[in-house]
């Protein structure tokens, strides 16, 4: 099973300001299938990447991933009040298809 | 637009079974692969399974590979997901999660049900 780590647990940061989010894998993910998703309380979790760096239907162009192997990264470019949230990575390059433990983005 | 509703929340005891429905609707249900993920309380996302809904074959994560069942039921277009042998550590919300292309499996989720609150205690 691949495990995903992230990092950092606990992101603070004001509107306007840049973030980035890693995702570390426990073995490499062949051709980036590695997804990316937003959670905001009492919501299901809402796709904004997949194959490392294609946005989702309707994401915003500040939504951008990168990486390949073991090593991804979200960032957010410009942060609206609404981007804060947990966000998820997930790689689906084998079964049992799964996700990191989240990094929660806080308003400082 | 794409749907999934999924069933009420759900109370029981240590030892018991629950079932999960997802209905879904505005697209053609036997086209999309559909998953099963759950989050337990201010926990993370655990994938549990997934079923083709044109025949109803089925790929469980080996955790689960004893205790769950999930099947369809096309006349409805709804997806069912049955955990058996509940313990306290299955109390979670459960989603009911669909693939975001046609006809293929690649495992990631485009589309999700609102999520069914279980909760197993004595």
């Known amino acids: 099973e691949i495990l995903l780590t992230q990092s950092p647990g606990t992101l603070s940061l004001f509107p306007g300001e840049r973030a980035t989010l890693s995702c570390r894998a426990s073995?490499?993910?062949?051709?980036?299938?590695l997804a990316w998703y937003e959670q905001k309380p009492g919501q299901a979790p809402r796709l904004l990447i997949y194959?490392?760096?294609t946005r989702a239907t309707g994401v915003p162009d500040r939504f951008s991933g990168s990486g390949s192997g073991t090593d991804f990264t979200l960032t957010i470019s410009r942060l609206e009040p609404e981007d804060f949230a947990v966000y998820y990575c997930q790689q689906y390059d084998s079964s049992p298809y799964s996700f990191g433990q989240g990094t929660k983005l806080e308003i400082k | 637009q794409v749907q999934l509703v999924q069933s009420g929340a759900e109370v029981k005891k240590p030892g018991a079974s629950v079932k999960v429905s997802c209905k879904a609707s505005g697209y053609t249900f036997t086209f999309y692969y559909m998953h099963w993920v759950r989050q337990a309380p201010g926990q993370g996302l655990e994938w549990m399974g997934i079923i083709n809904p044109s025949g109803g074959r089925t790929t469980y994560a080996q955790k689960f590979q004893a205790r769950v069942k999930m099947t369809i039921d096309t006349s409805t277009s709804t997806v069912y997901m049955e955990l058996s042998s509940l313990t306290s550590d299955d109390t979670a919300l459960y989603y009911c999660?669909?693939?975001?292309?046609?006809?293929?499996?690649?495992?990631?989720?485009?589309?999700w049900g609102q999520g069914t609150p279980v909760t197993v205690s004595s």
């Open positions: 073995q490499s993910i062949s051709s980036s299938y």
């Open positions: 999660a669909r693939e975001r292309e046609e006809l293929v499996i690649w495992g990631y989720f485009q589309h």
């Open positions: 194959r490392a760096s």
